[in-house]
Each structure stands twice: as structure tokens, then as C-alpha cells.
């Protein structure tokens, strides 16, 4: 079963979200902030994937993502935001994201991207 830990400070957005990707099939975790993802990160369990969203209280997003690419090099990084974000834009953030989800979100869309990540991540 894929994991998915989602990074969001919007409760609607990580509850909807965490509720069509669970249906799907997916183990979910949820975080709000930098230091419950690490927490998670921390405890072992590993995750196929990390959603963050640029927009998290105490630390932003790519700064988050490039913590998460230092200190567990192995994990997914996958960026999200109500702000568009290019191919060439997520490239140059150099914080090792391997995808953009724009915000809302469209909840099937979002499966079907995972799916496609994590299978060309295999």
C-alpha cells in the first residue's frame, strides 16, 4: 500500500485531500508543521511520497522540502500551492520535488498523478 504524508496548514484541504487518497488505497499520515513532519519522518515508517505546501506556518514550503531532501534523501517530494508553478520554476527551487499539484485541488487528479510518480519512480 503507497504512503502519503501530506503537509498542509489548511485543515479542509489536508482532511479532503487525506480522505479521496485513503479511499484510493493510500496509507496516509497528516502535518501541519515542520517539526510534525519531521516527527514522522523521524519515526521509521517511511512514506512514498511528502506533499508540502509552500505556504506553512514557521518555515515555507521549499525550505521545508530541501530539509526533508537533506536529512531523508530517499523521500518524494511532491510541492503543492494555489500559486502556479512551472516545470522550469520547480526545477529551479533545487529543493529535489519531483512533482507540482496546483491547489484546489482536483481530488482524482491527484491519484492518478501520484500513481504515475510512484510508478515511474519504480
Avoid at 103 to 120: G, H, Q
Wanted: with cysteine.
Amino acid at each position: 500500500m503507497p504512503s502519503v504524508l501530506i503537509v498542509d496548514s489548511e485543515s479542509t484541504q489536508r482532511r479532503s485531500l487525506s480522505l479521496a487518497l485513503r479511499l484510493e488505497g493510500y496509507r496516509v499520515a497528516l502535518a501541519t508543521s515542520a517539526q510534525e513532519v519531521k516527527d514522522h519522518l523521524d519515526d521509521k515508517q517511511g512514506y512514498d511520497v511528502v506533499m508540502v505546501d509552500l505556504m506553512i506556518p514557521e518555515l515555507n514550503g521549499l525550505d521545508l522540502a530541501r530539509e526533508i531532501r537533506h536529512g531523508f534523501p530517499r523521500a518524494r517530494i511532491i510541492l503543492t500551492s494555489a500559486y502556479p508553478l512551472s516545470q522550469r520554476q520547480l526545477e529551479r527551487t533545487e529543493c529535489g520535488a519531483i512533482g507540482f499539484v496546483p491547489k484546489p485541488y482536483e481530488l482524482d487528479e491527484v491519484s492518478r498523478y501520484l500513481r504515475s510518480k510512484l510508478t515511474a519512480a519504480a
